[in-house]
């Protein structure tokens, strides 16, 4: 399986994106995969790659076609996903574990995200777990 980082650098449609932009984008998605679970600001990226922010917003915006934000977004969720369903630690532990201020906020993020509240996905994959096992 790809990782996210291969397929946002492999999906580099646009040219016109410098070499530069290209540098940062990509050190953008490194850091990303270092510190998505501690919900970072998009300051603190830009002050690891030693840019303002908007410049690390228009350079991952021209390279990825997607803003940082959406970008943050996507791994944080991604990893919720696999946590609510691999896991049986409480709601509120993770919505901690993940930076999350509160539980209500740590619902509104999934549900936003994926449709499902992070109690009805477990029980989807515990259905589904119960239905693989017979």
Same mark, same amino acid.
């Given at each position: 399986?790809?990782?996210?980082?291969?397929?946002?650098?492999?999906? /580099? /449609?646009?040219?016109?994106?410098?070499?530069?932009?290209? /540098?940062?984008?990509?050190?953008?998605?490194?850091?990303?995969?270092?510190?998505?679970?501690?919900?970072?600001?998009?300051?603190?990226?830009?002050?690891?790659?030693?840019?303002?922010?908007?410049?690390?917003?228009?350079?991952?915006?021209n390279c990825l076609h997607k803003a940082p934000r959406k970008i943050l977004n996507e791994y944080l969720v991604k990893e919720l996903i696999v946590q609510i369903g691999a896991t049986d630690l409480p709601m509120k532990e993770l919505s901690l574990q993940y930076g999350f201020n509160s539980h209500a906020q740590f619902t509104r993020f999934v549900k936003s995200t994926t449709g499902l509240t992070p109690s009805r996905y477990r029980a989807l994959k515990y259905i589904e777990y119960l239905a693989d096992s017979e």
């Amino acid at each position: 399986m790809k990782s996210l980082h291969n397929i946002y650098l492999g999906n /580099q /449609q646009d040219p016109t994106p410098n070499y530069s932009q290209n /540098q940062i984008a990509s050190q953008f998605i490194t850091l990303v995969e270092r510190h998505f679970r501690e919900q970072k600001p998009l300051a603190f990226y830009a002050k690891q790659i030693d840019i303002q922010e908007k410049d690390l917003i228009k350079s991952v915006q021209n390279c990825l076609h997607k803003a940082p934000r959406k970008i943050l977004n996507e791994y944080l969720v991604k990893e919720l996903i696999v946590q609510i369903g691999a896991t049986d630690l409480p709601m509120k532990e993770l919505s901690l574990q993940y930076g999350f201020n509160s539980h209500a906020q740590f619902t509104r993020f999934v549900k936003s995200t994926t449709g499902l509240t992070p109690s009805r996905y477990r029980a989807l994959k515990y259905i589904e777990y119960l239905a693989d096992s017979e």
